[in-house]
């Protein structure tokens, strides 16, 4: 057996499920997490609270990496 991540597009979803269906496809559902990890949440924070850093360009950005 193979397992294949499909990206349907909206309103296509219930036109593709009756599909596979008719092929005998077992279809499980799977919902994307667009939740934000720990360290991105904490930089997030970090910048809410002033504590960011501002760059005048790009150039110096870099520079201080």
């Known amino acids: 057996m193979q397992t294949l991540e499909i990206k349907v597009p909206e309103g296509k979803t219930r036109l593709v499920?009756?599909?596979l269906k008719?092929?005998?496809v077992t279809?499980?559902?799977k919902k994307e997490n667009n939740t934000p990890n720990s360290e991105t949440l904490t930089a997030m924070n970090e910048l809410k609270a002033g504590k960011g850093r501002?760059?005048?360009s790009?150039?110096?950005l870099f520079k201080s990496i």
Do not use: N, P, Q, S
């Open 54 to 56: 501002k760059f005048k």
């Open 58 to 60: 790009v150039e110096e």
């Open 17 to 19: 499920k009756g599909l």
């Open 27 to 29: 279809i499980k559902v």
């Open 22 to 24: 008719e092929l005998g």
